[in-house]
């Protein structure tokens, strides 16, 4: 979906971005406003065709904070782009220099349709970027020959594209482009990983799921001083997916037969890496030991995956670990979203993947500090 729209509209009929600080407040709120009308995905084209002059200030007060909600991704996954955008009409020198300086990236388009991405200062990116435009199935051998670029040179070029966001502020063919023709696969993946565990960082704090200070029973008996409340955090089935895909993208092969799921939020997890790995998903009731729901069965010698939505001392896992053993399968990974064990949990030589990382004081019940300081235990909702 493309969005078009005037910005001389904002401009007060002076056709010139020599705003106040006002100004610009009004007119970032007007563009995040056309922006969140937009279907995700959507694109928002910012027409400069009657602007006869820009100001540093409009750059740096409107555009540059947009951009940057945008990179983190505060407005959904939707885009900027300008059109009819005269470089020669800004008043304090060479654009580039303003996004460079922040660190990002926007397209705009001259009144030839010429795409400009300002902020990529450097001539190899731009040659590299210019030509996946006009050629977006361009493989990587073909691009580095033609543009006779050291493979580990271009790939050092498109590290420093994402990192300035060329690729959020570029069309999804132009994303596309580049994430799937130049960029190895491995590395495309480990970007994509990042994404979603900064996302799931964010949401963390949105949430205000995690608390660090109190005294907490967690399934297993023992008390932790810190507590993240998993559920919270699973109340959207798109970020539950995602999480999920680079979870099971993480785990690097194994070609499992089955998925095991522990706890309400770890059983969602569960469902969407099962559906994504195109095997079986089967649960885990925590009451008491770890033991198969009725009516779910593990087959000897299948491959399974062990997935927990919070790992703290690993207890579970390993309860669930012995079960698959004792059916005569075998454990090919462990998978959990949050590792709360410091790092320090390792399943019979197999170390978990995990998106993000803590490490929860956990105690004992008999050798529990905050039961000793007389803190309130409080018994959450796991199951």
């Known amino acids: 979906m493309l969005g078009v ?22 007119i970032r709120n007007s563009l995040r406003a056309e922006l969140q009308s937009l279907e995700e995905g959507g694109i928002l084209a910012l027409d400069f065709d009657v602007v006869a002059e820009m100001s540093r200030s409009f750059l740096e007060e409107v555009l540059v904070p947009l951009l940057r909600e ?83 040179r271009a790939q050092a070029s498109l590290d420093e594209l994402l990192s300035v966001g060329a690729i959020r502020a570029s069309t999804e063919g132009m994303r596309r482009a580049i994430y799937e023709r130049l960029l190895p696969e ?43 409340s998993f559920t919270l955090l699973a109340d959207d089935a ?26 309400l939020t770890g059983i969602a997890v569960t469902q969407k890496m099962a559906e994504y790995l195109d095997c079986r998903a089967i649960y885990v009731g925590v009451t008491g030991r770890a033991s198969l729901y009725p009516g779910f069965e593990l087959v000897p010698r299948e491959r399974a995956i062990i997935v927990s939505d ?15 053993v004792e059916e005569g399968a075998r454990c090919v990974g462990v998978a959990s979203p949050v590792d709360a064990s410091g790092g320090k949990a390792v399943f019979d030589s ?30 959450p909702v796991w199951t």
């Open 186 to 228: 491995a590395e495309y993946e480990e970007i994509k990983s990042r994404n979603v565990a900064q996302g799931l960082a964010r949401r963390i704090e949105e949430k205000r799921a995690l608390r660090l200070d109190g005294h907490f029973k967690i399934p297993t008996g023992n008390h932790s001083r810190q507590f993240l």
């Open 310 to 324: 919070v790992i703290g001392t690993g207890t579970l896992i390993r309860e669930m670990l012995g079960l698959v």
């Open 70 to 152: 945008l990179g983190e991704h505060r407005l959904g996954e939707r885009h900027i782009i300008g059109v009819n955008f005269r470089s020669d009409s800004y008043l304090g020198g060479d654009p580039n220099e303003v996004f460079s300086r922040a660190g990002l990236c926007f397209l705009a388009f001259d009144p030839t349709a010429r795409p400009q991405w300002l902020g990529v200062t450097d001539d190899e990116q731009q040659r590299i970027l210019e030509l996946l435009w006009k050629e977006q199935r361009a493989s990587v051998t073909d691009t580095v020959k033609r543009l006779s670029i050291d493979p580990l």
């Open 238 to 263: 798109r970020f539950v997916s995602r999480m999920a895909v680079a979870l099971a993208r993480r785990l690097q092969g194994g070609n499992p037969d089955v998925v095991i799921g522990a706890t």
């Open 5 to 26: 729209y005037d910005i001389s509209q904002d401009l007060k009929g002076t056709y010139t971005t020599l705003i106040s600080r006002e100004d610009a407040q009004r």
């Open 350 to 379: 197999i170390r978990p993947v995990s998106l993000i990382h803590y490490d929860f004081d956990i105690y004992s019940p008999y050798e529990c500090p905050m039961c000793e300081e007389g803190i309130p235990l409080e018994t």
